[in-house]
């Protein structure tokens, strides 16, 4: 079975860094995007950022470029998302997902375009 398991989340303050890991499995790892994605209580979900684990192309909302930074470990097929200066609007459900094996800068944001999801991590950002 396709699993994605994020870990990482939790209570921190304003300012700080945090890292959060997405390991998957259950399927060819650098054949597909993963992508983060955030929901805050009553909010859409929002693309955060995605990668390619096959060639390292990424992408990023303009509310995190500059501040957060997602990178991959092929060996322990595994997506991180590291959060730098953090802002209480940051705070939500961040999750995985598994993408196609292309995306663009039109799509890479769209959560239809994604076919598996892990179970969500908890980010709280205190201020």
């Known amino acids: 079975e396709v699993q994605l398991v994020e870990s990482g989340g939790g209570l921190v303050q304003a300012g700080g860094s945090l890292r959060l890991s997405c390991a998957a499995s259950?399927?060819?790892?650098?054949?597909?995007?993963i992508a983060w994605f955030r929901q805050a209580p009553g909010k859409a979900r929002e693309g955060v950022s995605c990668?390619?684990?096959?060639?390292?192309?990424?992408y990023y909302a303009d509310s995190v470029k500059g501040r957060f930074t997602i990178s991959r470990d092929n060996a322990k097929n595994t997506v991180y998302l590291e959060m730098n200066n953090r802002k209480p609007e940051d705070t939500a459900v961040y999750y995985c997902?598994?993408?196609?094996?292309?995306?663009?800068?039109?799509?890479?944001?769209?959560?239809?375009?994604?076919?598996?999801w892990g179970q969500g991590s908890q980010v709280t950002v205190s201020s």
């Open positions: 997902a598994k993408g196609p094996p292309f995306v663009t800068t039109a799509t890479w944001s769209i959560p239809r375009v994604y076919d598996y």
């Open positions: 259950g399927f060819t790892y650098d054949t597909y995007v």
């Open positions: 990668i390619s684990t096959s060639d390292g192309s990424t």
